[in-house]
């Protein structure tokens, strides 16, 4: 168990489209889930926490309008970035934690992930 | 800030070898500390999870120690084998948040 999804897995547009990311998680419950970035031999750069039911939370230097995401169900959360350029590129992640009935999930789980390139 | 630090240079060792890794963090010690797989293109699988009053962690050829007192952890990977190289990821989480803090990884190479 415990297997997280991401679709697309590669996406290629063009500069002021918007894409939309899918996180899954396939066989368990995520009230949570988390959007990370990674440029090439770096860390995994936390963008935004994904909550059912609620707005997401940003981490400081995110752009909110810029990073759309939706968490319409236990099971599903979605990143759009919006009106991408190309310093947009880059490997998105989601990853969630499975719910434990009001305990802090520790392990996460990752997608994936998404490999976008804006040309 | 809290910090993470992992050797970014690449770790080369021959099949069979057992492989070391080291993982810092600065400041406060964390509520737990992971670690996590990751290859080439793809995202972080997870290993292992060692918390604060923990000092070993075994799994099959893992094991991962936990010093408060070094603030260090370190990952290894007994009789390595080619399909063991990839990149691992050290994870801090502190007590009262569930929101990990990645290290930038090492990349391990095991040669045949």
């Known amino acids: 168990g415990a297997v997280v999804s991401q679709h697309p897995s590669r996406v290629i547009c063009k500069s002021g489209t918007s894409v939309k990311i899918e996180c899954r998680s396939l066989?368990?419950?995520?009230?949570?889930m988390f959007w990370y970035r990674q440029f090439p031999k770096q860390s995994l750069m936390l963008m935004a926490t994904s909550n059912e039911g609620s707005k997401a939370t940003y981490e400081q230097g995110v752009e909110k309008d810029k990073f759309l995401i939706n968490h319409a169900s236990l099971t599903l959360s979605t990143l759009t970035v919006t009106s991408a350029h190309p310093e947009d590129s880059s490997f998105y992640i989601c990853?969630?934690?499975?719910?434990?009935?009001?305990?802090?999930?520790?392990?996460?789980?990752f997608g994936p992930g998404t490999r976008l390139l804006v040309l | 800030s809290q910090k993470i630090e992992q050797n970014s240079e690449a770790l080369n060792i021959q099949e069979g070898k057992t492989a070391t890794l080291t993982c810092n963090y600065t400041?406060?010690?964390?509520?737990?500390l992971q670690w996590y797989r990751q290859d080439p293109g793809r995202g972080p699988v997870f290993l292992l999870l060692?918390?604060?009053?923990?000092k070993e962690k075994r799994k099959e050829r893992l094991k991962v120690t936990f010093d408060t007192t070094l603030k260090q952890s370190l990952f290894h990977i007994t009789a390595s084998q080619p399909a063991d190289s990839a990149t691992y990821l050290c994870a801090h989480t502190t007590g009262g948040s569930y929101i990990p803090t990645f290290g930038r990884g090492t990349s391990l190479i095991v040669h045949p």
């Open positions: 990853s969630a934690g499975r719910d434990r009935r009001g305990i802090l999930p520790e392990t996460q789980y």
């Open positions: 400041n406060y010690s964390p509520a737990y």
């Open positions: 066989d368990f419950q995520a009230t949570t």
């Open positions: 060692i918390r604060e009053n923990e």
